[in-house]
C-alpha cells in the first residue's frame, strides 16, 4: 500500500472468487468447507452484516496502532527475522491511508487491522486456522497486510476485512498482549481456541521462547 491513494472496495463477487483456492485446497484434504464461513463455532461476517448500523464503528472511536507500540505492550515483542518494526510515522501514515472496506469495519475488525499494522512482530508467529493456508498464508499477518518483505511497502490485504476467524485471532493476541502474556503464552492459547477445526493452520513457526 502506498500513502498516495486510497484503494476502493472490491465487488463480494470478486471476494468470492479470492476464496476459490482457499476451498480447493481444503476439498483436497478431505476436510468440509469450514475455514472463514464456520470454523472454530464462529460464521464469516458478511460485508453488509459487518457495517449494520449497531455494528459501525464511528470515525471518532476508530482505534489508534500506535497506542500497539506503548512500553508495557513492547515488553513482549520478539524477533522480526528479515523484517523491520514500523516506525510510529509509518504506522500513523499507513492507518490514514487505510482502505475503505477497512473504515466500514465494526470495531473489532479496525482493532486487528490497527494491531497487524503496528504489531506485526507479534502475528508472525500466530497461525490462522481459516483454510487460508491454501493461498497460501504464511501466519495470521498475511490475513492483513501482504508480504512486505516482498512487496516493500505497507499494502492492506482484504481477505481479513470479511473472514471472522483472521479477526478474532488477531484481537486474542492483542488482548493477551496488554495483559503481559508472552509469544509463546499467545501462540499456545491460539493453538488451542481455533485450531482441531476441519480447515488446515498456516504452516507458522514457532516463536522463540523468552
Known amino acids: 500500500m502506498t500513502t498516495l491513494g486510497v484503494p476502493t472496495p472490491r465487488p463480494w463477487s470478486r471476494r468470492l472468487r479470492a476464496l476459490v483456492p482457499v476451498f480447493i ?3 483436497s484434504l ?12 464462529t460464521a464469516m461476517q458478511t460485508p453488509a452484516a459487518m457495517a449494520s448500523p449497531t455494528a459501525m464503528a464511528s470515525q471518532d472511536a476508530t482505534p489508534d496502532p500506535v497506542a500497539a507500540t506503548s512500553p508495557v505492550a513492547a515488553t513482549a515483542a520478539v524477533p522480526m527475522g528479515g523484517m ?3 516506525t510510529g510515522d509509518e504506522v ?3 492507518w490514514a491511508a487505510r482502505p475503505d472496506y477497512v473504515k466500514a469495519l465494526p470495531a473489532a475488525g479496525q482493532q486487528a487491522y490497527a494491531f497487524a499494522l503496528a504489531r506485526p512482530d507479534v502475528l508472525q508467529w500466530m497461525p490462522c486456522y481459516c483454510g487460508c493456508a491454501g493461498i497460501p498464508h504464511r501466519s495470521n499477518l498475511d490475513c492483513f497486510f501482504q508480504r512486505r518483505e516482498v512487496k516493500g511497502t ?9 473472514c471472522d476467524i483472521c ?5 486474542m493476541a492483542s488482548d493477551m498482549l496488554q495483559q503481559g502474556k508472552t509469544a509463546v503464552e499467545i501462540r499456545a492459547a491460539v493453538d488451542s481456541t481455533f485450531g482441531g477445526g476441519a480447515a488446515p493452520g498456516t504452516n507458522t513457526a514457532l516463536p522463540p521462547a523468552s
Not at 478431505?30 to 463455532?41: E, I, K, L, P, Y
Not at 479477526?167 to 484481537?171: C, D, H, P, Q, S
Open 92 to 94: 500513523s501514515a499507513t
Open 154 to 162: 505497507y499494502q492492506y490485504e482484504e481477505h481479513a476485512s470479511f
Open 30 to 41: 478431505g476436510g468440509a468447507v469450514t475455514g472463514c464461513a464456520s470454523g472454530a463455532g
Open 25 to 27: 485446497v481444503t476439498l
Open 84 to 86: 523491520t518494526m514500523p
Open 167 to 171: 479477526v478474532k485471532t488477531a484481537n
